[in-house]
């Protein structure tokens, strides 16, 4: 095995790098500090439209979230940031926003400790401390932006302290482009760690014990009651289903490895796929929504699973009928547009299609995957829109273009369809906070989503009533009623214009 590479301090000639410096500045500057081959993974895994695509710089939350979450939802995990203050502040801010109970360890940097390396002896240390085998079963090191741009060199971690593992990984936003495939990051380095666990000796049982049916482990974070739902699902196949990757906890990694078949259910997942069709499992597509969605998947999943299809029949005689009678008696009437980073975005929009609404466009932030091509087909047979990698650009353009009876979406989207007198839902607080699958996913959007598009005369009538009051020259906190100035904006504007003609003047002498 080749040695691992070196940092180079001189990769990075400030400490200002982030977000704002620009992709290719920070590129560059990561290659030049050895993790070139870390980031050609992530273009491999993670892949960006060609030329100028809307991710070339972070649209939304600060990719990294996604890892961390990963870690602090996990038990016995200690989760350690390598990053900017004002990075850190605002991931630590959002994941006690997002309910962590636990705290984000940090180890802080200036330009000296990065410039000479004393950076990667603070980590080492921080670590050592935080390797308590009575306390944790692994340590989630994440190198952000800086640190990776900069080469500080994770790999050359001890793999395990005390008996804990320790995981150290970059995830820069100029190489990782949403917080979902964040997550992907850390739940294929833990799988990757857990399989070579695995393959060198006995492992840890589940808490409740090595089930006595195959296992369909399910991938992708999702609605609580949804596996339970989908456990319920393959039963009369005499399949059960597996742990939710990313996990809740170590020893449940070994117990998803150890499945019959793996469902992808959200498709980004790119790294942890690899991890389980290295250690020999199958994986199957889309996911049980709706009549079509659950018909097809469960014929996918007793396939992979080599069960025979009388049983695979005998499941779909139990569900389709109750799932189709749902759908009928909570029907959607109206225009939706969909769009959202969470990669469930095309399951949303097959539920609302054959719940009778009409879907013109769906826009999703994570990539085209193998994964979610059953769903992109179904989509796109019935004259659906998918636009992959969408940007906000994008999302809202289709809002315009579609002047849908309602727009779910990401912050912005919603924003700006509400002031466009569009009601508007959240995705991740309102369509993912419900189930989505099987026999309880077919009504439940119904009530949400009908009483949403109820809404359009009252944002009409707020429309009526605020008038242009907050907005443009008018935005912010006023003391009085507040007075246009245009006169100030023509003469800035004046000012402006002699400043670059005299510059000009002077560049040419
Ligand atoms: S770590 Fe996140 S917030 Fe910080 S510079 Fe990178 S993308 Fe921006």
Redesign the pocket.
Known sequence: MDAPALPNPDAIQADG?????GKDT?LAAAAAAGKSETLAQYARDYPLPDGAGPHD??QS?????GSLRVGLRMRRTATILS??A???Y??SFTSHFYGARRSVGYVPFNSESLVTGKLFEDIREAVHQQADPALHDSVVIIN???P?ASGVPLQLLPRAINGVRIIGID????GVPTHAEAKDVLAGAMLRYARSEAEAGPVTAPRGGVSEKPTVTLLGEMFPADPVGIGMMLEPMGLAAGPVVPTREWRELYAALDCAAVAAIHPFYTASVREFETAGRCIVPSAPVGFEGTEAWLQAVGRACNVPQAMIDAAKNKWLRAIKGALAATPIKGRVTVSGYEGSELLVARLLVESGAEVPYVGSACPKTPWSAPDLEWLQARGVHVQYRASLEQDIAAVREFQPDLAIGTTPVVQAAKQATVPALYFTNLISARPLMGVMGAGSLARVINSAIANKARFQTMREFFGDVGSGDKAGVWEGVPQERPEFRAETRRQVIKIQKRRKAEEMI
């Open positions: 790098l982030g977000c704002h410096s920070l710089q972070p939350m600060c990719p990294a979230f990053g900017s004002c990075c850190v605002g991931l952000l932006c800086v990776t995830v820069p936003g100029f």
